[in-house]
């Protein structure tokens, strides 16, 4: 790295993010627990600003912060005491509608701002393992690149300032999801005689039902927006059904399984019957008007 970097937030993930930066080159903290900052400047890399103001002499900033509502009195702290062409990386969980406040703040100032959103937890931070996941105006990335693969080897690009984070809350809305869904797949499994460690195993397959609705029936179909053959929507209303019928006979209470079910009988009724039941994804376009299917070849 270039010149010295600024660190705001030496919390959990804050510490991490400040041992991957000293490794690489000088850096300045700041955080309003003493404690964090005397530990954090045992490394003779390190040292402490005396306020967050003294953050604005370094060109790039990070943020590790608990909330968008500090981040945002951070920046506009040191948005106007920045040097003009200066960057911000905003590691901290944000919303995108957060992102572009933060972006309003910096632009005043010819400021720029990055977001970097971070799909791991401390101990892959702190072993170098974590994944960036990153949005901003090209230039701007550029600039802080050396910093971002100072924090982490892995990064992926998704467009413009608040995509990075878009990026992030939908990833984990999936998670959070499939996570009810299994731990339905569970207690029905254990109410079938079916052992978890051989669901587990079937799950796990690519062509089961976990990998292939990704694989195949979102990146295959949905993004090319093709429909035509493949199992009929009709066909997967027919199998949840069956799947509630399970789940009512053994007691099981299903959540998800059960308002998926009602997407299928959307679909069928809406003319989707005979099409994959990938086609389900029409509704939401239809829904939102916007579409999900991208040019052959493109990744949007």
Known sequence: MSGTVSLCGLGNMGGAIA?????????RVFDVDPER???????????????????AESEIVVLSLPAPKISRQVIGE???????????????????????????????????????????????????????LVGGAESDVDKVSTVLTAISATTTRFGPVGSGMAAKVINNAVAHAVMVVLAEAGALAAASAVSGSALAALLSGPEAGLTRPLTHRFAERILRGEYDGGMPTEAARKDSTLALALAQET????????????VYEIGVAEGLGRLDYASIATLWERWTGRPMAEPQGGTG
């Open 37 to 55: 900052v005397a530990r954090a400047t045992r490394t003779a890399q390190v040292t402490a600003a005396g306020e967050v103001g003294e953050l």
């Open 251 to 262: 007691g099981v209470p299903l959540f998800a399984t059960q308002g998926a079910h009602t």
């Open 78 to 132: 040191l948005a106007p005491r920045l040097r003009a062409g200066s960057v911000i990386v905003e590691t901290s969980t944000v919303n995108p509608s957060d992102m572009a406040e933060e972006q309003q703040i910096c632009a005043a100032h010819g400021v720029g701002v990055v977001d970097a959103a971070i799909l791991s937890g401390v101990a892959r931070m702190a072993g170098g393992t974590a994944t960036l």
């Open 19 to 27: 041992d991957r930066l000293a490794a690489r080159g000088p850096l």
